[in-house]
């Protein structure tokens, strides 16, 4: 039978708390201040403990202190009067797993104590590691970033304190809030995931709160809110940062009150939900240029998590990227999952990763889909090449591709030799005649994705009034003075006019895709990442011939 220890100077309220106890199949122990407390603490093995904050010779803070040091294992929750949430919100903050207001309500306690015993069950689950890995296949990584994070993720798993997660995109901050929650009492209920930013502002309440049939224009039966659906479980709230300053504001009473009133209802209806957030964005600074109410900052900033970047965490590289490509091979049925070369296990680990493990996944899934064989080699990558990524025995690999024995046709460098961005300075003016067009492409030829990231320069010989420049690769029907402006430089407007300068870009893009591809427009699509027919369409409406005789060879591979 549990044991539970009940520490408060209020006599009724103790009996109270010990006939609901019991009426669970609980047995008690009662002590009416701090030091009869800390006794009965050293004296028996409890399960749990309720505390009140205010004793007669001490405070329930140093309670949870003591208890967090001395018996990590026990769950400990306090018991507050109203208005005394900045205090409650400390000992959470101490190591408290949850708290409950004065005066008590009986269906609230009975949920605080099933789920204090859930924590103690949990904790002795996770101590059995032989048979029990939390983390295996889910926060991959022995940097010691990673080890502090997950010892982290344990100790939030057993409070329902609310946490706010930040990090740069990508660092994994949905995988963690799952972690929580599935390490948490509440794992067998639901886990409600939700983008702040995705959600259309006139529809926020409606979704978070749900509504009643008939309550607005379109509300043709009732419908449960995100509250609802995560009531006894934990509701994830992705870029909160970008949630409207209204919402803040009802959001706020439904957090503090535990409470939620659907649109179109009288009543409202109680809610138990373990709160998580996270946003890439500076909420601090958010608070103080006055875009996000402190007060709320306060409410969901209890417990504070920072995710380190994959840059911080350089020793897991490697290990993430042989995890990856397990997973694309399994998804993508391959018979055996490739190896990382030499060279690109260097290039890898060197990288600098702007987009974090989601940047990586994405490396590695271009990779694969480049690979002749089933070794992934460092030109596969396609990475920007430096002096910092680049090993001391890949000449080859270093040095930009460049064509220069033919100035008269465009190149676009090929993803087994990618060319670096770089600035190529206007000509002296010579003549009238052609004057080379540069379009090479930058090492994002196949980005995340599969889109391609144009890096097209233009080198006109300048004249008097931008209208002497001709092509001479095959561009078919192409009017030279479509490309005679030349682009604008950074901070500068298009002297053309947006529009007219959008469909510059576009048609150069789409020419050298076409001259990469040997005009061959289905696989011109394919870099383009789009369909043929669109392919087609474009190049008609922007004036592209490919019906002439050098490009007369079928399209079909």
């Known amino acids: 039978m549990a044991l539970a220890l009940i520490i408060d100077d209020e006599v009724d309220l103790c009996r109270l708390m010990q006939m609901t106890l019991k009426k669970m199949g609980i047995e008690t122990k009662v002590a009416y201040d701090y030091a009869t407390g800390i006794s009965h603490l050293q004296a028996y093995s409890f399960d749990f403990c309720l505390t009140d904050l205010k004793l007669p010779d001490g405070t329930g803070l140093d309670i949870v202190k003591f208890i967090s040091k001395n018996y990590a294992k026990t769950p400990v929750a306090v018991i507050t009067a109203h208005g005394s949430m900045d205090l409650a919100i400390e000992a959470l903050k101490l190591g408290a797993f949850d708290f409950v207001n004065k005066p008590l309500e009986l269906s609230r306690l009975r949920q605080l104590v099933e789920n204090a015993l859930k924590v103690a069950e949990n904790a002795n689950k996770l101590n059995c ?28 798993a057993r409070s329902q304190a609310p946490v706010f997660l930040w990090g740069e995109s990508g660092t994994g901050k949905e995988v963690v809030a799952k972690l929580i929650h599935d390490l948490s009492p509440r794992c067998s209920a639901n886990f409600v995931p ?60 439904a957090i503090q009150e535990k409470k939620i009133r659907p649109i179109g209802s009288t009543q409202e209806i109680a809610v138990d939900v373990r709160l998580l957030s996270a946003t890439h964005k500076n909420l601090a600074k958010l608070v103080e240029t006055g875009e996000f109410r402190q007060d709320l900052y306060y409410r969901i900033n209890v417990i504070e998590v920072k995710l380190p970047s994959l840059n911080e965490r350089r020793d897991d590289i490697l290990l ?30 060197n990288h600098h990763f702007a987009g974090n493990v989601r940047e990586l996944r994405n490396i590695l899934e271009r990779a694969i889909t480049l690979a002749d064989d089933n070794v992934i080699k460092a030109h596969h990558l396609n990475l920007p090449l430096s002096a910092a990524n680049v090993p001391p025995d890949t000449p080859r690999i270093q040095k930009t591709h460049e064509t220069t024995e033919n100035p008269n046709h465009p190149v676009l460098s090929t993803p087994s030799q990618p060319s670096a961005p770089k600035v190529v300075p206007l000509a002296e003016p010579k003549s009238a005649v052609s004057s080379p067009i540069n379009t090479s492409y930058s090492s994002n030829l196949f980005a995340s994705g599969y889109k391609v990231k144009p890096n097209i320069q233009l080198a006109p010989t300048p004249q008097p009034n931008h209208e002497a420049l ?14 005679a402006h030349p682009p604008a430089e950074e901070g500068q407007l298009p002297a053309e006019g947006l529009e007219e300068y959008l469909i510059n870009q576009e048609r150069k893009v789409i020419i050298a895709a076409l001259n990469h591809s040997g005009w ?11 369909t043929f027919r669109s392919l087609r369409y474009r190049m008609k409406k922007l004036g592209i011939d ?4 050098i490009n007369s060879d079928s399209d079909e591979d």
Request: glycine fraction near 8%.
């Open 129 to 156: 590691k032989e048979v029990y890995d939390p983390f295996s296949n889910r926060l991959i990584g022995h940097s010691n970033a990673i080890a502090q994070l997950k010892t982290t993720i344990q100790k939030l």
């Open 194 to 253: 939700v983008n702040c930013g995705a959600i259309p502002s006139e529809l926020m309440e409606s979704e978070f709160f749900g509504h009643k049939k008939g309550s607005f224009t379109g509300a043709t039966a009732d419908k449960e809110g995100l509250f609802q659906q995560a009531n006894g479980g934990t509701l994830f709230l992705d870029e909160v940062a970008d949630l409207p300053i209204s919402m803040q504001v009802k959001l706020l009473r």
């Open 320 to 349: 993430l990227a042989n995890h990856f490509i397990a997973l694309i091979a399994d998804d993508w049925g391959l018979a055996q999952p490739p190896t990382l070369s030499n060279e690109a296990a260097v290039q890898l680990a």
């Open 470 to 483: 001709t092509l001479n690769a095959p561009i078919g029907g192409i009017n030279a003075h479509n490309l």
């Open 520 to 530: 061959n427009r289905t696989q011109a699509a394919k870099l383009l990442n789009t």
């Open 546 to 549: 490919s019906d002439s005789d």
